[in-house]
């Protein structure tokens, strides 16, 4: 079977929350939740935390080496580049592509979504649905993302690494899985990039982190935000760069 990593995206730099992937959530910080909740899919066979080639990542490098998470070091802007080195790093064939702002990726859409890959072979998988933004999550060839990285420098797609894929549907072999039903056509916003993704993010763990139940529920999380829409509305008109829309 091709080998296949999850390589978790983070830096201690972000131009509207500096710090967050040590920002704390019930008393354990950001990227350890991410770590956690990944590691209890285990539909794989390596994770590695892709960071960028700088001292300032000192803290965040430290976390992970606690948590025996294998550490990936390469370009801070040039992430396409980064994922490259991570796969190369533990010999992985295809990369599943988690964005270290997200705390509550959907585990069961993340094993729906690596099967079909694998089953299908196809160059990048995603799910055909509309799903709160910071729940899904991508898996892609790294012979794809090669291609990719040999015909353009454009930082659009250096930056962004799967955008490359929106922007050429027929250039690769690409499926789409549907979501678990609890995730359609929510517009939930649950991922940190601003203060008051934070504070919404807090209020979330308040309500359901416990020592005995660390691994939220994440329908559980949407049935309470949709009957909650007082919480809900803390980050709704937080806008989000749709960077989809870039010129190629």
């Keep these: 079977m091709s080998a296949v990593a999850v390589v978790l995206q983070a830096r201690m730099k972000s131009t509207r929350l500096p710090g967050k992937a040590l920002c704390p959530l019930a008393g354990i910080p950001l990227t350890e939740h991410i770590i956690n909740r990944i590691k209890a899919v285990t539909d794989f066979d390596h994770i590695v935390l892709a960071v960028p080639d700088s001292p300032t990542e000192a803290p965040l490098i430290e976390m992970a080496e606690r948590l025996n998470v294998i550490i990936a070091r390469g370009p801070e802007e ?55 933004l910071g729940t899904g999550t991508e898996i892609v060839k790294v012979s794809a993302l090669k291609k990719i990285s040999s015909v353009t420098m454009q930082t659009k797609y250096r930056e962004h690494v799967t955008t490359w894929f929106h922007d050429n549907p027929t250039l690769a072999v690409q499926s789409r899985v549907p979501a678990p039903v609890y995730l359609r056509n929510k517009s939930h916003r649950l991922t940190i990039d601003t203060r008051n993704d934070l504070t919404l993010m807090g209020e979330i763990f308040n309500e359901f982190y416990t020592l005995t139940s660390p691994l939220l529920d994440l329908q559980k999380v949407i049935q309470f935000l949709d009957t909650h829409p007082d919480i809900a509305q803390i980050n709704a008109n937080t806008p989000q760069k749709n960077w989809r829309s870039q010129p190629k």
């Design 78 to 132: 040039d992430v396409l580049e980064r994922f490259l080195i991570a796969a190369d790093q533990v010999k992985a064939q295809n990369i599943v592509r988690i964005c270290g702002d997200n705390p509550l990726i959907d585990r069961q859409l993340m094993r729906l979504l690596i099967h079909t890959h694998l089953k299908e072979n196809t160059d990048y998988t995603v799910t055909s649905d509309s799903i709160p």
